[in-house]
T-cell receptor, first 115, second 112 residues
Framework: ETGVTQSPTHLIKTRGQQVTLRCSSQ?????VSWYQQALGQGPQFIFQ???????GRGNFPPRFSGLQFPNYSSELNVNALELDDSALYLC??????????????FGPGTRLLVL | KQEVTQIPAALSVPEGENLVLNCSFT??????LQWFRQDPGKGLTSLLL?????REQTSGRLNASLDKSSGRSTLYIAASQPGDSATYLC???????????FGGGTRLMVKP
């Protein structure tokens, strides 16, 4: 059984650019959730994808968008990067149904720095 | 809107001490409560998950309790060791199980 993996591990972008982060879910899981963790704070929920459809979204602007593929891997896209987008981006995979998810397992994260 | 608070924000103790980390949440309609450990610059490692119907969970030197009515959870660490030094996060899980709301964490330093 493989765990949750994320790529890249680190990334540096400049303000205004666009970025794509990737997440491979754990074997047998159908759901991916994305979280943003600013330095010194707890993670904040961005959104969740269940079987290729969005299944909940936190308080993030539309320039944060996502995608889930038929193999349940996922991408997080951020357009028009701002300095405050600098953070650790965590993805988590889980099983379950749309209305009742099971335990989420987290990947190691992607550290994004926006200059 | 669920809000989760952790006290204290930072804690430094000598090796061998027993300690308690506190977590409070504003909305008692939670599905589960989960405690995580995070080492600097790393992802999250799940320590304990307490289902809403349970009052506590134990794993080795760790014991977590849950009191939904008062909106509180505690993580008890027995006989602390320098290897326990990390940030500890609690998260309230909503009834759909699709969203974790995290506290700000407690940074623990255990000195040899």
């Amino acid at each position: 059984e493989t765990g949750v993996t994320q790529s890249p591990t680190h990334l540096i972008k400049t303000r205004g650019q666009q970025v794509t982060l990737r997440c491979s879910s754990q074997s047998g899981h159908n759901t991916v959730s994305w979280y943003q963790q600013a330095l010194g704070q707890g993670p904040q929920f961005i959104f969740q994808y269940y079987r290729e459809e969005e299944n909940g979204r936190g308080n993030f602007p539309p320039r944060f968008s996502g995608l889930q593929f038929p193999n349940y891997s996922s991408e997080l896209n951020v357009n028009a990067l701002e300095l405050d987008d600098s953070a650790l981006y965590l993805c988590a995979s889980s099983g379950g149904t749309r209305g009742r998810q099971e335990t989420q397992y987290f990947g190691p994260g992607t550290r994004l720095l926006v200059l | 809107k669920q809000e989760v608070t952790q006290i204290p924000a930072a804690l430094s103790v000598p090796e061998g001490e027993n300690l308690v980390l506190n977590c409070s949440f504003t909305d008692s309609a939670i599905y589960n409560l989960q405690w995580f450990r995070q080492d600097p610059g790393k992802g999250l490692t799940s320590l304990l998950l307490i289902q809403s119907s349970q009052r506590e969970q134990t794993s080795g030197r760790l014991n977590a309790s849950l009191d939904k009515s008062s909106g509180r959870s505690t993580l008890y660490i027995a006989a602390s060791q320098p290897g326990d030094s990390a940030t500890y996060l609690c998260a309230a899980i909503n009834n759909a199980g699709n969203m974790l709301t995290f506290g700000g964490g407690t940074r623990l330093m255990v000195k040899p």
